[in-house]
């Protein structure tokens, strides 16, 4: 079992840049594939990236890839993503998720969620 708690959101303008950080509690945490999904105003959640537990695998989505970085330091059981170069289509809440699999890049893949942290990009 894996509890997380997302912090970093928040009000930004278009262009600008926001850290969202993700902290997990458990001993095994270096062992989790972590993500990061979001879902925006009345729509569905989503897929933004997600690294495996060794950071040899990441996967990001079209719409994120070279605006946006996950990393994670284990030792501090927290996971990170930058956000760079944001646009008012990045506003959503933003969630941390984590899973046992070697990856996962769907909802239904995750099996740990947090509560979620605003993000709302102004144009």
């Known amino acids: 079992q894996v509890q997380l708690v997302e912090s970093g959101g928040g009000l930004v303008q278009a262009g600008g840049s926001l850290r969202l950080s993700c902290a997990a509690s458990?001993?095994?945490?270096?062992?989790?594939?972590m993500g990061w999904f979001r879902e925006p105003p009345g729509k569905e959640r989503e897929f933004v990236v997600a690294r495996n537990w060794s950071g040899g695998s990441t996967y990001y989505a079209d719409s994120v890839k070279g605006r946006f970085t996950i990393s994670r330091n284990n030792a501090r059981n927290t996971v990170y993503l930058q956000m760079n170069s944001l646009k008012p289509e990045d506003t959503a809440v933003y969630y941390c998720a984590a899973t046992r699999k070697s990856i996962a890049t769907s909802v239904y893949g995750m099996d740990y969620w947090g509560k979620g942290t605003l993000v709302t990009v102004s144009s």
């Open positions: 458990g001993r095994t945490f270096s062992t989790y594939t």
